[in-house]
């Protein structure tokens, strides 16, 4: 999975603590998708962003998450007043252009592992 | 909604033994179906992208093909290091996301 970088790998969030996770996406890759993937479930999606704007949002919850991807510096998923229920593997993909620009795949980092005690 | 099952949940081979992986899923206009390989604590790999059915995509080991209903992933001949979780996900007719299945656990026992 090399070009698609994660950080932090492994995140320790209180209940009621905020979790910041980044992702910087493949080189020449300005289309970016974050999935979730909770114990025992597949990946499902979050929100995709391009740069400088949020094109679907429909898989995030609508408290509590945001998502960004600025002009400079990487995507950041956020996660407000954490809950033991954000526990989950956090991914993020990155595709060259659009998925509705024709069906390039998209490629994944190794994820963010958030842990909320 | 589209929607992907994928079985079995888990599946022990030996190596040397072949198999295959099933892929069944619903959509509005198939735009591409997409096989992905998860190592523990990685994030999936690309393997390959169908587009139509009849289509089969080959690499090394490994033979994807597909029809309208379903995806298989042939395995021949696996080694231990095909041990992995295999995924299939499904882009449809004005997504902008995949719909992933459960997946698949195979282990290659040597």
């Known amino acids: 999975n090399a070009g698609v970088m994660q950080n932090p790998r492994h995140l320790v969030r209180r209940r009621g603590q905020e979790a910041r996770l980044r992702c910087s996406p493949m080189?020449?890759?300005?289309?970016v998708y974050w999935y979730r993937q909770l114990p025992e479930e597949g990946l499902k999606f979050m929100v995709y962003?391009?740069?400088?704007?949020?094109?679907?949002e429909s898989g995030m919850p609508k408290e509590r998450f945001s998502a960004e991807f600025p002009k400079e510096g990487p995507s950041i998923l956020r996660i407000q007043q954490v809950v033991r229920g954000d526990s989950a593997a956090y991914f993020c993909a990155s595709s060259p252009r659009g998925q509705g620009a024709g069906n390039q795949p998209q490629h994944f980092g190794d994820g963010t592992r958030l842990s909320i005690l | 909604e589209d929607q992907v099952t994928q079985s079995p949940e888990a599946l022990r081979l030996q190596e040397g033994e072949s198999s295959s992986l099933n892929c069944s899923y619903t959509?509005?206009?198939?735009?591409?179906l997409f096989w992905y390989r998860q190592d523990p604590g990685k994030g999936p790999e690309f393997l390959f992208t169908l587009y139509s059915a009849g289509e089969e995509k080959e690499k090394e080991r490994l033979k994807a093909t597909l029809t309208k209903k379903e995806s298989f992933l042939h395995i021949t001949a696996p080694k231990p290091e095909d041990s992995a979780t295999y995924l299939c996900?499904?882009?449809?007719?004005?997504?902008?996301?995949?719909?992933f299945g459960q997946g698949t656990r195979l282990t290659i026992n040597p």
């Open positions: 962003l391009q740069k400088e704007n949020i094109i679907d």
């Open positions: 080189k020449g890759h300005s289309h």
């Open positions: 959509v509005s206009g198939l735009r591409g």
């Open positions: 996900a499904v882009l449809g007719q004005g997504a902008q996301k995949l719909v």
